[in-house]
C-alpha cells in the first residue's frame, strides 16, 4: 500500500520559515509527479506547488517567491521550504503523488499555524 507521510508542520510567527518533508513508501518515487496542497476548513484544496519527474516546478500566484519546492529520489522525499510565512498561509498541507492520468496518493496532512 503506498503510503505518504508528512513533517515538519507547526506553529510559527508571520515571517517565520518552515520546511515540510513528505516521504514516499512503496512507489517508484522517481517517475511521479509530486505536490503539496493546503486546506483551510471550508475551502477547496488548492495547490501550493509541483514538481515533475523531470524536476520543473510550478507554484501558486501567492507563494511564489516565498516557497520552494524540491525533491530527492535517493530518499523518496519532497520537501517544502516555506519562508516569510503570512498568516494566511496558515492550513494543513497535504503531500500528493500521480503518475501520468491516474488519481493521486494523498498522505494525512501536516498543520501549519501561522500566528503571533
Known amino acids: 500500500q503506498v503510503q505518504l507521510v508528512e513533517s515538519g508542520g507547526g506553529l510559527v510567527q508571520p515571517g517565520g520559515s518552515l520546511r515540510l518533508s513528505c516521504l514516499a513508501s512503496r512507489i517508484i518515487f522517481s517517475l511521479y509527479t509530486m505536490g503539496w496542497y493546503r486546506q483551510d476548513p471550508g475551502k477547496q484544496r488548492e495547490l501550493v506547488a509541483g514538481?515533475?519527474?523531470?524536476?520543473?516546478?510550478n507554484y501558486a500566484d501567492s507563494v511564489k517567491g516565498r516557497f520552494t519546492i524540491s525533491r530527492d529520489n535517493a530518499k523518496n522525499t519532497v520537501y517544502l521550504q516555506m519562508n516569510s510565512l503570512k498568516p494566511e498561509d496558515t492550513a494543513v498541507y497535504y503531500c500528493?503523488?500521480?503518475?501520468?492520468?491516474?488519481?493521486?496518493?494523498w498522505g494525512q496532512g501536516t498543520q501549519v499555524t501561522v500566528s503571533s
Open positions: 514538481i515533475t519527474s523531470g524536476g520543473i516546478t
Open positions: 500528493a503523488a500521480q503518475k501520468r492520468d491516474y488519481a493521486p496518493y
